[in-house]
């Protein structure tokens, strides 16, 4: 699934469809922090895996270890690779917390957050979490 050592590009291409996906899980889940996968081949975004949040918190989230490990071996069979991490800020900016950074156990996912903070502005941002370093990636949206 995630080559261990790939480089994080410096710029992460959303489809609109997974884009518009994100934010709608996000209003959904509000005012609990969503959360999920993002899939694909190549380095392609091309699919999205909404989970539940199993601390079913506003603060925190945590994707569900059944979910997790169900997408994780759909996204093996397929061949493709884990590109990101995304999950909701429902009353902050889209730029992870400290517990984010703490909590990044995947240094080769791209991590994606969509803030509600402004809900009917919605913001979403990519970072690289690399032993607690952040680096914010350019979106595009396609």
């Given amino acids: 699934m995630i080559e261990t050592g790939r480089r994080i590009a ?7 469809t997974i884009r518009d996906a994100m934010i709608e899980h996000a209003r959904r889940e509000f005012p609990k922090e969503a959360c999920g996968l993002l899939g694909g081949p190549r380095g ?4 999205i895996y909404p989970m539940r949040n199993a601390d079913d918190s506003a603060v925190t989230y945590r994707l569900d270890p059944t979910e997790q490990l169900r997408v994780f071996r759909e996204i ?14 429902t009353h ?4 992870p917390s400290v517990t984010d950074r703490r909590l990044a156990f995947y240094p080769e996912a791209v991590y994606v957050l969509v803030s509600l903070a402004a ?12 032993d607690g370093d952040v680096d914010e990636l350019e979106v595009t949206v396609s």
């Fill in 10 to 16: 410096p710029r992460v291409s959303l489809p609109f």
């Fill in 44 to 47: 392609t975004i091309e699919a």
């Fill in 76 to 89: 093996e069979d397929r061949g493709w690779d884990l590109i990101a991490i995304y999950h909701s800020h």
């Fill in 92 to 95: 902050s900016e889209a730029y």
């Fill in 119 to 130: 809900p009917e502005d919605p913001v979403v941002r990519a970072f690289s979490i690399r």
